[in-house]
């Protein structure tokens, strides 16, 4: 080919850039061949996309009436694996309220995106869920929690100290994708999602490796990535504890038996506390003092350092990354090219535009910086100063913010058993005995 | 006793005033955003007039065999009889044995139409995406054949992994109603 057509073809292939131009006509047929047209199978149909949302708002509403309402653990497994089976399975995971965090973030600050309807439902329809009913959506809605759920077999007691500091870290994650997504780099929320490969059935190794590792983990601690990954899982937690109908372990009235303290595998459980000693109590208020005057500081230094490490945050972004290379290429401080550079030389745009894009971008990743390192800073300053507060307790309660509303703890009740008329309360009804 | 029912019912009242808060805040935040356009919102499509042939569609694409696939718009097409889609750089014979084909699996079906003319089809459920035969086109033919994101296929997925990997900016967010983006001799679709 090239030997009989190659002076002629390189001409003709020098405004390669002309793309789509007829070098060689379309010819008529004289046997009256028709030509076929290329197919345009169309993508899932709005309308499809619609039941997705009444599905999560029915889901929504029956994990509440059966956690709140009918008590039942065995209703909610049921619903969890029917939420699993569909947003999971069938839909992929995907549209899910985790990873639209990251499109309403982009939504707010690209005003050339525009957040689809489906998107913003799935968004605000659990949060709004959690408002009146606590976590329903995490008990019997969430494919991703519901994954761990069925798999866990002995979960292990984690130690406060472990809770809490790993207890941080959907917060600081919460903080990453909101500086990417904001920054227009990344959706690192949907690339590092664990279980979504298993819900595709197909994904890369680093990918399923990872799911895996999550899944073994889940089968020994309790819903590991709802509690210290999810991002979701933070803002559930800031709106939860306002529930107008959260989840009480006892029907009726705590008689302090203890019995539901082993019963949360998630560590959500909170018992009764002591009378407080007056000279502990002292103590206390002078560190909540001092922590109260660290937390502007810790503030500031955390925004101090994000800003200065947005240089590398700025790598993470494709055009940033495009302009640095093309930037050594030119200097000749590097051989060869890259797809990328090569794409962009082939387009033919000035460099200085490219350059001054990145540029415009580092100083967006310096401001986003900043707030990320203050936004580090203030969730540990708060961390450390709720520690330091004592909230009076009577009674054993579920945690509102922390509790996923799995209906587990009910039936360690002894309450709960008089409620269903397992056991036989003897001071309700005196002659039970001569009935039987 | 009567303390603790105050406590209670004034942080029932206080309770009531933050949810109310947190549901006008929900549901205005999300209405500020102007949830609009198509119910279904966007679907991933490749820009044929950014789209390099780098070869990523087919291996970076969360589904087996890639979403992307070659399709041919016929209309653009010079049936050529050395079509340099079809064929290897110095095929040894106009002829459709492997050697001589351009595409790795074989998924461009070639058919005699009249002289000089032949027809090329793809085979979609061969195609894996991988562009060879698109670059072949593109640089020496009419650009008829043309990298797309087939929507039967398409898991949607928010961030697109081949968008990710794209070394040319080519994948780009398109409303659902319109979600194909050939070329076509009349300019684009």
């Known amino acids: ?436 | 006793m009567a303390d603790n029912s105050e406590r209670m019912s004034r942080r029932e009242f206080l309770a009531g005033k933050v949810r109310l808060a947190g549901a006008l805040a929900v549901c205005g935040g999300v209405a500020l955003l102007r949830p609009r356009g198509a119910i279904a919102g966007t679907v991933w499509q490749i820009d044929p007039n950014k789209c390099t042939q780098c070869g990523k569609c087919a291996t970076e694409c969360v589904l087996g065999p890639s979403a992307v696939k070659c399709v041919h718009v016929h209309a653009m097409c010079g049936h050529c009889e050395l079509c340099f889609g079809f064929f290897e750089a110095q095929p040894n014979a106009l002829t459709t044995a492997a050697e001589n084909q351009r595409c790795p699996t074989g998924a461009i079906k070639r058919r005699f139409i009249e002289d000089p003319y032949f027809e090329y089809v793809i085979d979609e459920p061969l195609c894996i995406g991988c562009g060879k035969c698109v670059e072949g086109c593109g640089t020496f033919g009419n650009g008829s054949l043309q990298l797309q994101v087939r929507h039967d296929r398409c898991e949607n997925c928010n961030q697109c992994a081949i968008a990710d990997a794209c070394p040319s900016d080519a994948f780009v967010r398109v409303p659902a109603t319109r979600p194909y983006l050939l070329k076509s001799a009349e300019g684009e679709q």
């Not at chain 1, 029917?82 to 309220?97: D, E, I, Q």
């Not at chain 1, 989840?247 to 959500?268: H, M």
């Open chain 1, 1 to 436: 080919m090239r030997r009989s057509l190659g002076p002629a073809l390189a001409l003709l292939a020098l405004p390669a850039a002309a793309l789509g131009e007829e070098r060689f006509p379309p010819p008529e047929f004289s046997t009256g061949y028709q030509m076929p047209a290329p197919t345009t199978p169309p993508p899932r149909a709005g309308t499809l996309a619609v039941l997705d949302v009444v599905l999560l708002a029915v889901a929504l509403s029956l994990a509440a009436y059966l956690v709140l309402k009918r008590r039942s653990r065995n209703g909610v497994f049921a619903l969890m694996l029917f939420s699993l089976a569909y947003f999971g399975f069938y839909r992929n995971g995907c549209v899910c309220p985790i990873g639209a965090i990251q499109n309403v973030v982009v939504a707010a600050t690209d005003r050339s995106y525009a957040l689809p309807a489906v998107v913003a439902a799935f968004f605000a329809l659990p949060l709004l869920f959690a408002l009146f009913f606590g976590r329903v959506f995490c008990a019997a809605v969430c494919p991703m929690g519901a994954v761990q759920d069925v798999v866990l077999a002995r979960p292990a007691r984690i130690p406060p100290w472990l809770e809490h500091a790993l207890g941080l870290l959907p917060y600081l994650y919460l903080g990453a994708a909101v500086l990417f997504a904001a920054t227009g780099s990344a959706f690192v929320i949907c690339n590092y999602d664990p279980f979504v490969s298993f819900f595709r059935m197909s994904g890369t190794v680093k990918l399923l490796s990872l799911g895996a590792a999550f899944l073994l983990l889940s089968m020994f601690v309790g819903r590991p990535y709802c509690r210290f990954v999810c991002p979701y899982g933070v803002l559930l937690r800031w709106v939860a504890p306002w529930a107008r109908w959260p989840v009480t372990i006892t029907p009726d009235t705590c008689t302090q038996c203890r019995l539901c303290e082993e019963s949360c595998p998630f560590g959500a459980i909170r018992v009764p506390t002591p009378e407080p000693d007056p000279a502990l109590r002292h103590e206390g208020r002078g560190r909540l003092a001092v922590l109260l005057l660290l937390l502007p500081v810790l503030v500031a230094a955390g925004g101090w350092l994000g800003a200065h490490g947005s240089g590398r945050l700025a790598r993470a972004h494709a055009r940033v990354q495009l302009a640095d290379r093309v930037w050594i290429e030119e200097q000749g401080k590097v051989r060869g090219t890259t797809d990328a550079s090569e794409a962009f030389r082939k387009h033919g745009h000035p460099t200085e535009e490219l350059y001054r894009e990145a540029a415009e971008l580092r100083f967006r990743f310096r401001d986003a910086g900043r707030l990320f390192g203050a936004w580090v800073g203030l969730v540990f300053g708060l961390k450390l100063i709720l520690l330091s507060i004592r909230r009076r307790r009577d009674n054993y309660e579920a945690d509102r913010a922390a509790c996923l509303a799995c209906a587990r703890c009910y039936r360690s009740c002894p309450q709960e058993h008089a409620r269903l008329g397992l056991v036989i309360d003897e001071t309700e009804v005196p002659d039970a005995v001569d009935q039987r």
